[in-house]
């Protein structure tokens, strides 16, 4: 059974910075892609940085593009996420997500099969 698990969330002040971390285990199937999402309340779902597994590449929204970084350990088989000089409008539910991403779609929902609890990330200003 497929399981992704996040960690690292908190409240931070504005300019702040925090590290989520999401731990990968039991997967059956080879994973493409593997992508932060996030959610604040009454707003959708969105994906805001994304590492294609193969290649090594990262992808980001441009809302968090040069503030947050993704990263992956293939040896602990860990995503993180830093994020750094964040802002109020990043306040939400962290996910991480794990999929067969087609082309560089990555920032569709559609493509991801396995998501994680959640990690909630407050920034106040």
């Known amino acids: 059974q497929e399981q992704l698990v996040e960690s690292g969330g908190g409240s931070v002040q504005a300019g702040g910075s925090l590290r989520l971390s999401c731990a990968a285990s039991g997967f059956t199937y080879e994973r493409t892609c593997m992508t932060w999402f996030r959610q604040a309340p009454g707003k959708e779902r969105e994906a805001v940085a994304s590492m294609y597994v193969r290649l090594g590449r990262a992808y980001y929204d441009n809302s968090v593009k040069d503030r947050f970084t993704v990263s992956k350990d293939s040896t602990k088989d860990f995503l993180y996420l830093q994020m750094n000089t964040l802002k109020p409008e990043d306040t939400a539910m962290y996910y991480c997500?794990?999929?067969?991403?087609?082309?560089?779609?990555?920032?569709?929902?559609?493509?991801?099969?396995?998501w994680g609890q959640g990690t909630q990330v407050t920034v106040s200003s």
């Open positions: 997500a794990a999929g067969v991403c087609i082309g560089d779609g990555w920032f569709n929902p559609q493509w991801y099969i396995s």
